[in-house]
Each structure stands twice: as structure tokens, then as C-alpha cells.
């Protein structure tokens, strides 16, 4: 069944017959033509009688949508940056000191071992 919806930008599309995967990246109502980059970066253009002869679904983006795409900076992402050192990739993942819940470090309250050791008497 051909898509009645309007290209939407920054939207992925699954083609329902080819299986392919892409991304609307531009739309030109004066040119009357949908500019579309293909997960594998390639990129396409449509004029959109052709566009809603397509069958396709929406999707929501490919785990690693960034691959195909040229020009993305990290700041594009929203994603923040720390400092990091080179120690700071081994360091241990709890402080030092912290010994809640690791196994082997759990001492017994002192009324359920004392109440232990009455019992075995």
C-alpha cells in the first residue's frame, strides 16, 4: 500500500518491498521533490509523485544512525562530554571503602550472631 503521509524531515522510513532503510533529510515543495540519505549514506532524490508511490513504514532511527551521515559533530549529538584520564578507564567502579552489597564483606549484626551462639550452646 503506497504512503498518503507527507515526507516528514529528520524522519526514518523502512521501504516495505526493498527492505531498505532511510532518512528524509530535505523536502522542496517549489521543486516539488524529497531528498532522502540512505543508511549506508547514499543519498536520493524524489519527486513526490513518486515519493507516494513508495510503501513504506516509519521506523524509529537505526542503533548507529550517525555512520552514514556526513558532518555530524559530537556537540550535534546533545551528548556532554567529561574529562577523563587514562587512570580513570581502570579505576575500580565503586569508591574505596564502599563495600555495601559485595559479597563476602556483609558482617552479621551483633544480636542475630549472639542469638546464634546461644542457640549452638
Given amino acids: 500500500m503506497p504512503i498518503e503521509d507527507e515526507p516528514i524531515i529528520n524522519q526514518w522510513y523502512k521501504h ?6 532511510f532518512q528524509v533529510v530535505a523536502v522542496d515543495e517549489n521543486e516539488g521533490t524529497v531528498e532522502l ?10 519527486d513526490l509523485d513518486s515519493w507516494y508511490d513508495l510503501e ?17 559533530e ?9 574529562e577523563m584520564s587514562k587512570g580513570d578507564w581502570s579505576a575500580p567502579l565503586q569508591e574505596e571503602g564502599e563495600t555495601e552489597g559485595l559479597e563476602g564483606n556483609e558482617e552479621e549484626p551483633e544480636s542475630e550472631a549472639e542469638g546464634e551462639e546461644e542457640y549452638k550452646e
Fill in 37 to 46: 540519505q540512505h543508511f549506508d549514506g547514499d543519498l536520493e532524490e524524489l
Fill in 16 to 21: 516495505l518491498d526493498k527492505g531498505y532503510q
Fill in 74 to 82: 559530537r556537540d550535534d549529538l546533545g551528548y556532554t562530554e567529561t
Fill in 56 to 72: 513504506l513504514e516509519t521506523i524509529e532511527p537505526p542503533e548507529d544512525w550517525t555512520g552514514s551521515m556526513d558532518g555530524i
